[in-house]
Each structure stands twice: as C-alpha cells, then as structure tokens.
C-alpha cells in the first residue's frame, strides 16, 4: 500500500516541485499522513529482549543455573588455555 502511494506520490511531480510548494500538494500531505501514521518497530531489539527474557526464565532453575555457570568456567578455561599459547 505504502509503496504504491509513492509511486503515486512521484507521477504527481512532488518531487520536482520546489519544497515551499510541498504544503500546498494535496498528494503531498496524503502521503505525509500516511507516513506518520506507520508504526516502527525496531524488531532486532526486541528479538534480542525476548531471548534475554526467555534465557532468564529457564536459567532461574538451580540445576539450570550451574550448568551455566560450569560452560562459561570451561569456556574461560579453554581461552585462557588458547590466549597462552601464542
């Protein structure tokens, strides 16, 4: 719908005109409406919250929690390990 109403948008010759007649083009003002109205989202960040929520949530068992805690033990371990040798 969006970008059928650019398309619009552009055959009106919005883009040619000068900026002080943008106020003026009804076609203008449509698609400005249009654009205000959309509702961003900013989806990486929130698919990054909830897998921080969602790893909250199944480490807060105990038994979870310390095998957790032992893969980022082994985990230092083994770069240290990798760190020395060169």
């Known amino acids: 719908m969006i ?3 650019l398309n619009e948008l552009k055959e009106t010759g919005v883009d040619l005109a000068s900026v002080s007649e943008w106020d003026t083009n009804e076609a203008y003002l449509a698609s400005a409406q249009n654009v205000k109205a959309l509702n ?3 989806d990486a960040a929130e698919r990054g919250v909830k897998l921080a929520t969602d790893f ?3 480490a807060r068992s105990d ?3 310390q095998n957790i805690l032992h893969v980022e033990d082994d985990h230092k371990q083994n770069s240290n390990l990798r760190l020395k040798k060169k």
Do not use: A, P
């Open 3 to 5: 970008i059928r109403q």
């Open 40 to 42: 961003v989202v900013n």
């Open 56 to 58: 909250v949530d199944v």
């Open 63 to 65: 038994e979870h929690f």
